[in-house]
């Protein structure tokens, strides 16, 4: 699986908000290729409330800490 | 019987004259409504200019002389712009309220929407324009000094622009200091054993630089901010909008069926009327309606007057720019439980426009169907109040 988003490296999407998040994951995966996956850093609310629940919806979900509040998030199609 | 308040701050065009005098002419007497509803319409700062403006002032005339209709302007404004005798003498319909005039204007405000709100605790202010740049956050104060007065709890939601009320040591050599006037009332209400429920949006607050991320801990903080006002989630802002309790804000209103929101949560309708990119507010009305219908409140969103910019053609973001594409958000979130999206078909003909293929699940609505979403006739205590912005 190969990061499409972006090439170098994962956006911060820290600062947005719950809702604002979903918006742009929502935009971002309605044009992911299949096979592929988006990478972003996140905070824990974002990864418990936003990125999580997308694991219901047949994406693949993972997460790693990389700092306090600072979670390295992909979301795979 | 259904009754609704509105209160109007900014400038009234004739264009919204027009739509809105339809949809008043609707909601009494043309088929939406088996009994009028009765309106209360409240005008201070800009708005009073449309009561002496030519292109206006016959669509007031029309509207003040309905009997379930009550327009009131507020006396101390018009004083200040010029336009007492103008409006004492061209305006015979509609109400003047001041001082000298039968009560305040904002008294007389509160003491409506608490008529309304039979039993509310408390009554808010949606604040979304900043100190002294606009002269809205001077009304804010005057609401909720009158919201205090009358024995309720005053509450502020400070979002966009408005979150700069939030910042510390504000000295202004000409204008009341809105951030002293904020926490006084604060202070005040909590003498009196009111809490007051101010907020900012802390998506707007970290924006302008109030709430900042500390590196050691990962998590924001405020920064350079007066007491009295918490940075909160959005999401915690827009809960108190389930609340039974009025809010209001520089546009926009509020219908009740009966007495109360009922057992109901109030639903809501933005209403989109700047275009999409140049400003904050069609970002900041869609945003806040999405967070709205997803926190659980059934939403409207209304593109209206220049927000049916928003809808036509085919936006694309540049590479370079950061920037949400309008048309995206909107795409994505239809399915959103709770959440609708409308268009004016009277503000598309007016420009000549139509909105893009790619967005067909926006309905069109007429004036008559504008006048079934802001008044919403149905059974006393079972249909839920409905909340209008003008963003």
């Given amino acids: 699986m190969s990061d499409v988003m972006d090439k170098h490296e994962p956006r911060d999407f820290t600062e947005l908000t719950c809702t604002n998040l979903m918006i742009k994951l929502k935009i971002l995966l309605s044009k992911l290729p299949t096979g592929n996956q988006v990478a972003f850093f996140a905070t824990r609310e974002q990864v418990d409330n936003t990125c999580a629940p997308f694991s219901g919806q047949g994406y693949q979900v993972s997460w790693k800490q990389e700092a306090e509040n600072r979670y390295l998030v992909r979301i795979g199609k | ?391």
């Fill in chain 2, 1 to 391: 019987m259904a009754s609704s308040t509105f209160l109007f701050c900014d400038s009234i065009y004739d264009e919204r004259m027009r739509w809105f005098r339809d949809i008043i002419l609707a909601s009494n007497g043309t088929g939406t409504s088996a009994e009028p509803v009765d309106i209360r319409i409240f005008l201070t700062g800009d708005a009073l200019f449309s009561l002496v403006d030519a292109r206006t002032r016959p669509a007031w005339n029309a509207v003040s002389a309905i009997p379930s209709v009550q327009v009131i302007a507020d006396a101390d404004e018009l004083q200040l712009q010029g336009l007492y005798d103008p409006v004492v003498s061209g305006c015979s319909h509609v109400l003047i309220s001041g001082a000298d005039h039968g009560g305040l204007f904002w008294e007389r405000l509160v003491a409506a929407l608490k008529d309304e709100w039979t039993g509310t605790k408390s009554a808010a202010f949606l604040l979304c324009n900043s100190p002294y740049m606009s002269r809205v956050p001077v009304y804010m104060l005057r609401f909720l000094s009158g919201v205090r007065s009358a024995g309720l709890s005053p509450e502020l939601y400070t979002y966009l622009d408005g979150v700069h009320t939030l910042h510390d040591g504000q000295r202004p050599s000409e204008f009341e200091n809105i951030g002293r006037g904020v926490a006084a009332l604060a202070d005040s209400a909590a003498l009196a054993g009111r809490d007051a429920w101010f907020a900012a949006c802390s998506r707007c607050a970290t924006a302008r630089g109030y709430y900042q991320m500390n590196p050691g801990t990962g998590f924001c903080e405020p920064a350079s901010c007066i007491q009295g006002i918490t940075i909160r989630p959005l999401k915690e802002i827009l809960a108190r909008f389930s609340g039974d309790h009025p809010i209001i804000s520089h546009g926009g209103g509020m219908t009740v069926h009966g007495k109360g929101a009922g057992a109901r949560i109030p639903h809501l309708a933005v209403f989109i009327t700047y275009p999409p990119y140049c400003t904050e507010w069609a970002f900041g009305g869609l945003s806040l309606a999405i967070a709205a219908a997803m926190g659980g409140i059934r939403t409207t969103v209304v593109f209206i007057e220049d927000g049916v910019y928003a809808l036509h053609g085919t936006h694309q973001v540049p590479g370079n720019d950061k920037i949400f594409n309008i048309q995206e958000m909107i795409a994505v979130t239809t399915d959103v439980e709770g959440l609708s999206y409308a268009v004016h078909v009277p503000s598309l003909a007016e420009r000549g426009i139509g909105i893009s293929g790619d967005l067909s699940l926006v309905r069109e609505v007429t004036n008559d169907e504008l006048a079934r979403i802001m008044f919403r006739p149905g059974l006393e205590g079972t249909t839920p109040a409905m909340r209008i912005i003008f963003f």
